[in-house]
């Protein structure tokens, strides 16, 4: 890859804020929620202009199952709608769906829509979309440990492939370029713990529903101005 064609980035991002966003406005936490898949379409949209090949946003965590039940069905919902209404848009835009996690956990209805979603946009090249629906990076670190026992010692690029099969990623992902975390923490929450390992980071304080076009843009411009060595002196030091 030449300097003139950097590699396409992969960028993840943890939605946070959603709660605090409805907080404000003195709506219930589902309409957050609701106005943060907005958000996330603004983002898919803006996505492959600013050089990204692969986009792995946080949607619920393994630790989300802890919220009280009724936010843990909008949320479900959101995403079930999410990707059956999304997936024609999709495949119009060349993009690839792709849900990463445990399924064993998630009801029928869910694992249906996210099997028709990644079968029918699997051939889009323009961008791939990683949803993280019941993701812990410590629970998918520790199952793609347990499938590498009885192996030779693996190289960590073989550790990567295994975890990207644990969390069923197709297509595998690269190590992530950029990772973005809005609503002022800061803070990992269990994400990508292992493909993060040289990620630039960036925070913002603003709330999840509020993210867009410009709030990519902004977050892209800073990591352009990082200069990241991986371990190694820079040229220009
Ligand atoms: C992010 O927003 C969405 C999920 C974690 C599912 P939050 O719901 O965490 O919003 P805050 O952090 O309470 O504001
Ligand atoms: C992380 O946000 C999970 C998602 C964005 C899906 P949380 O709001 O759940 O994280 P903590 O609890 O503040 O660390
Ligand atoms: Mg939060």
């Given at each position: 890859?030449?300097?003139?064609?950097?590699?396409?980035?992969?960028?993840?991002?943890?939605?946070?804020?959603?709660g605090?966003?409805?907080?404000?406005?003195?709506?219930?936490?589902?309409?957050?929620?609701?106005?943060?898949?907005?958000?996330?379409?603004?983002?898919?949209?803006?996505?492959?202009?600013?050089?990204?090949?692969?986009?792995?946003?946080?949607?619920f965590s393994a630790d989300n199952w802890k919220r009280p039940a009724d936010e843990v069905s909008?949320l479900?919902?959101?995403?079930?709608?999410?990707?059956?209404?999304?997936?024609?848009?999709?495949?119009?835009?060349?993009?690839?769906?792709?849900?990463?996690?445990?399924?064993?956990r998630?009801?029928?209805?869910?694992?249906?829509?996210?099997?028709?979603?990644?079968?029918?946009?699997?051939?889009?090249?323009?961008?791939?979309?990683?949803?993280?629906?019941d993701?812990s990076?410590?629970?998918?670190?520790?199952?793609?440990?347990?499938?590498?026992?009885?192996?030779?010692?693996?190289?960590?690029?073989?550790?990567?492939?295994?975890?990207?099969?644990?969390?069923?990623?197709?297509?595998?992902?690269?190590?992530?370029?950029?990772?973005?975390?809005?609503?002022?923490?800061?803070?990992?929450s269990d994400?990508?713990?292992?493909?993060?390992?040289?990620?630039?980071?960036?925070?913002?304080?603003?709330?999840?529903?509020?993210?867009?076009?410009?709030?990519?843009?902004?977050?892209?411009?800073?990591?352009?101005?990082?200069?990241?060595?991986?371990?190694?002196?820079?040229?220009?030091?």
């Amino acid at each position: 890859v030449s300097a003139a064609t950097p590699a396409p980035l992969h960028v993840a991002i943890i939605m946070d804020g959603n709660g605090r966003w409805a907080h404000r406005r003195g709506l219930a936490r589902s309409a957050g929620h609701r106005a943060g898949a907005g958000a996330v379409e603004r983002t898919v949209e803006a996505a492959p202009s600013q050089g990204i090949g692969t986009l792995t946003l946080y949607a619920f965590s393994a630790d989300n199952w802890k919220r009280p039940a009724d936010e843990v069905s909008t949320l479900m919902g959101l995403l079930r709608r999410y990707l059956r209404r999304e997936r024609r848009r999709c495949v119009e835009n060349g993009v690839r769906l792709s849900v990463i996690g445990r399924r064993d956990r998630l009801d029928a209805e869910i694992v249906r829509q996210i099997e028709r979603a990644e079968a029918e946009t699997a051939s889009g090249s323009r961008l791939t979309v990683r949803i993280a629906i019941d993701y812990s990076a410590r629970e998918a670190i520790a199952a793609a440990a347990h499938s590498a026992s009885g192996l030779p010692a693996l190289s960590t690029a073989d550790f990567s492939a295994l975890l990207n099969r644990a969390i069923h990623s197709s297509p595998p992902a690269p190590d992530v370029d950029l990772l973005i975390r809005t609503s002022g923490e800061k803070r990992l929450s269990d994400f990508l713990l292992w493909e993060c390992a040289y990620a630039e980071l960036v925070f913002t304080d603003t709330l999840w529903p509020d993210f867009g076009a410009d709030e990519l843009a902004r977050a892209i411009a800073e990591f352009q101005k990082r200069h990241r060595r991986f371990g190694m002196v820079s040229a220009t030091a």
